[in-house]
């Protein structure tokens, strides 16, 4: 089956959805698939029904009856039926899915959690037709598509019903910064650079803007002027949708604090306590829950066991709990010239500043295996404790090798990234020091040292510096 040509890219997911639809081993095939909001998931599978002769049900927020006489009457116009079949429940509903023919096709219910919210039992009856059908060689097949990730996340996971039942489990994520680029049709990387630090590689937010993107450096202000800060924009509250829209989330205001808290780089669970003036104890749940929903992401401390730190995983919510929200009222009253003049600087080190960093080690993941000297087991960030000058040195890029049972792990790269700063020997001299006190963990005999900048570099810096600006950046495969 040929992607249709409206989707963008996406070639490795829609690989792993034919395959699922077109194959035929004689057994039932359970598909889960999950992804932030406006990542095109429904385009996907939409798009995989057509082409496959399925049946697509797109949910929404309706109680169990209305849901069942909506998708009976999609039931009864995929197979041409003079009228819908009658559902007396989901156990009538979904007997009848796995006693159709195979050439109905597979099965496409997308926003699943619209169903299981309202239908708690809805997974134990799959699980229980599923297993029919597997001893009766029925090749029943079933996509379960959803946006709430805390949901998705738990179908497959611990005791849950259709926990092992599952052929196929696709994780549709925000485009990364290079095709990110590419979508939106921006050549100077710096741009891309500032641009994806708000949208992020969220797809819909291009359409959310009628393709009106930056045309240049120098117009990225008036750009964010007429789309994100406009009040007129679907942008300009999607931020707080998001939050909203998470099933789990009740008290929004406490949650919206706490990723406050993180924006503005508050990342321990100390630090997130102490912003929103609660103890530790009182925001694990609120930390968990924005984790499953994919809006917070936990990233370990590479040199310190036990210690982790937070970072926000939308660069849109980042934008707006630094930006938007201290100001949403005068944003509101069309005011957002005085908001952003005021707001530049903080955009600069709250928002592009923490983006570049990650943009540098997702690179870092990605590299050729010859720039740090072999394929890379982990990256991450981390503090190096240095006691004799009563200091920490922040490492932003850290590569290890992989873990090799008996011998002293690889560092294979140390690395500082600077937004804004021309890197010079200075910046080098810190990263020297981490990889000498760090000499007594790790195998650093053939570290290789890296800068990376958005402003440029210096000429006192030595030849075997890797120096990694922003054409390496968007140039690297």
């Not at 294979?412 to 760090?438: C, F, I, P, T, Y």
Request: proline content about 6%.
């Amino acid at each position: 089956m040929h992607k249709p040509e409206r989707i963008f890219a996406r070639d490795p997911e829609w690989a792993h959805l034919t395959r699922f639809a077109t194959t035929s081993v004689p057994r039932p095939q359970l598909g889960v698939v999950s992804g932030r909001r406006r990542q095109g998931k429904t385009y996907l599978v939409e798009a995989l029904a057509e082409q496959a002769g399925g049946l697509y049900f797109g949910a929404t927020q309706a109680v169990e009856a209305e849901s069942l006489g909506l998708f009976a009457a999609a039931v009864g116009r995929h197979l041409d039926l003079p009228a819908p079949p009658r559902f007396d429940g989901w156990d009538d509903a979904i007997r009848y899915v796995f006693a159709l023919p195979d050439s109905a096709g597979p099965v496409v219910i997308d926003e699943f959690p619209y169903l299981s919210r309202m239908s708690p039992a809805l997974p134990s009856i799959l699980q229980r037709e599923i297993d029919r059908a597997a001893s009766s060689g029925r090749r029943t097949k079933l996509l379960l598509c959803g946006s709430a990730l805390s949901v998705m996340g738990g179908l497959l996971s611990g005791t849950a019903p259709l926990r092992g039942r599952a052929n196929l489990e696709l994780v549709v994520k925000p485009f990364d910064h290079r095709l990110a680029a590419q979508y939106w049709q921006v050549d100077d990387p710096r741009l891309a650079v500032m641009l994806h630090s708000v949208v992020g590689g969220t797809p819909a937010y291009r359409r959310f803007v009628n393709d009106d993107g930056p045309s240049s450096v120098r117009r990225f202000d008036d750009w964010i002027l007429r789309t994100v800060l406009s009040p007129a924009s679907p942008l300009f509250r999607e931020a707080r949708y998001l939050l909203e829209e998470e099933t789990e989330i009740r008290d929004s205001a406490l949650y919206h604090s706490v990723l406050a808290a993180v924006a503005n780089g508050n990342g321990t669970r100390g630090g997130v306590a102490g912003y929103v003036g609660r103890k530790a104890t009182d925001i694990g749940h609120h930390l968990s829950v924005l984790e499953d929903s994919g809006l917070l992401r936990r990233d370990r401390d590479i040199f310190r066991s036990g210690r982790s730190y937070y970072r926000v995983a939308e660069p849109l919510v980042v934008f707006y709990q630094v930006v938007m929200r201290p100001q949403w009222g005068l944003l509101e009253s069309d005011r957002a010239e005085n908001v952003w003049a005021a707001a530049r600087p903080r955009f600069a080190s709250q928002v592009i500043g923490p983006h570049f960093e990650q943009l540098c080690r997702e690179f870092a993941m990605t590299a050729p295996a010859d720039l740090f000297g072999g394929l890379p087991g982990e990256i991450g960030a981390g503090v190096v404790a240095d006691r004799s000058r009563r200091t920490q040195l922040e490492i932003d890029v850290v590569v290890l090798g992989p873990a090799e049972g008996g011998q002293r792990r690889k560092l294979l790269s140390l690395g500082e990234a600077k937004w804004g700063e021309v890197m010079n020997r200075r910046h080098v001299q810190r990263l020297e020091r981490a990889r000498d006190l760090l000499a007594e963990k790790f195998d650093t005999s053939e570290t290789v040292l890296a800068c990376y900048s958005g402003a440029g570099f210096a000429d006192d810096l030595d030849p075997e510096v890797r120096k990694i600006g922003l054409a390496e950046l968007y140039g690297a495969s």
